[in-house]
């Protein structure tokens, strides 16, 4: 009979410098988690519980358009963000770290929109997209109202975060072109490797696990989006810029259904760790092919 794996002990110093992270975790996350998975099988305000529902909230949400209206266009805000961004930090990092001259006054530049409060950058986007005296309408020569279009609003709030956070990823990518060995190239140039080959061959093999990290932190951040559209838009026009925290606040807080926005949570919370787990399934794959 093999023994029993003894369990790992954890040193007392290293216990005590993880008590005040575990303990907060514990009380600001687990808890509320287990409290809303709770309230989710309840007819609740936010002040008051009236009594246990079972499965009900979680039935009424499968034939609830709303729901299913606002879970379209978040994916569908994930969709003009996600992989453009990736894309844009990587096509940036390249960029500036072939720079010779200026390259720390580029990379601020790119960098600098991110740490706008998101009040702000959505400020800005209100005065670039504004239809008598926005940037935008002045150089298409246009007065279109593009947060107040059903078909351009979704696209113009994407516009805004890729502007907003591009800089984010682009460090990321930068830290990766740093880390790969410059010997690699030097012995591919032996080779008569050159441009493109390099990218290809090289750099972007050795980036691939960064590109991992950047697409799904990426994906999770996108789904759980709230504030530009609440604040550009307010959800509209026509609930064309609802996405699904919106449609939970909406429910919980204005609505005064805290039960079955709990449910709404619930389910979101089991959509964003089901498409996470398949997309970093899916790009692991690859990467390991």
Known sequence: ????????????????????????????????????????????????????????????????????????????????????????????????????RGKSLVQAAFFLPYVLPVGVMTLIAGWMLHPNFGVINYVFESQNAWLSDPVWAMPMVGIATLW???????????????????????????????????????????????????????????????SQPYIMTGGGPFNSTRVVLHYMYETGFVNDNAGYASAIAVVFMVVVLLVSLVQNWLLRGRHAN
């Open 164 to 226: 907003w956070t591009v800089g984010f990823n682009m460090l990321f990518f930068m830290a990766g072109l740093r880390n790969i060995p410059s010997d690699i190239y030097e012995a591919a140039g032996l080779d008569g490797a050159r441009g493109f080959n390099l990218f290809r061959f090289i750099t972007w093999p050795q980036l691939m696990p960064v590109t991992i990290m950047v697409v799904l932190l990426q994906l999770i951040g996108s789904l759980k989006v709230f």
């Open 1 to 100: 009979m093999r023994p029993a794996p003894k369990l790992p002990r954890i040193p007392l110093h290293a216990a005590a410098m993880l008590a005040p992270f575990a303990l907060a975790y514990g009380l600001f996350f687990l808890w509320p988690a287990v409290q809303t998975l709770l309230l989710s099988f309840t007819q609740s305000s936010t002040t008051a519980t009236i009594g246990f529902v079972g499965l009900a909230n979680y039935i009424e949400l499968l034939g609830d358009a709303d729901f299913w209206s606002s879970l379209l266009q978040t994916l569908y805000f994930c969709l003009l963000t996600v992989l453009p961004l990736t894309a844009m930090g990587l096509v940036a990092a390249l960029l500036v770290e072939r720079m010779d």
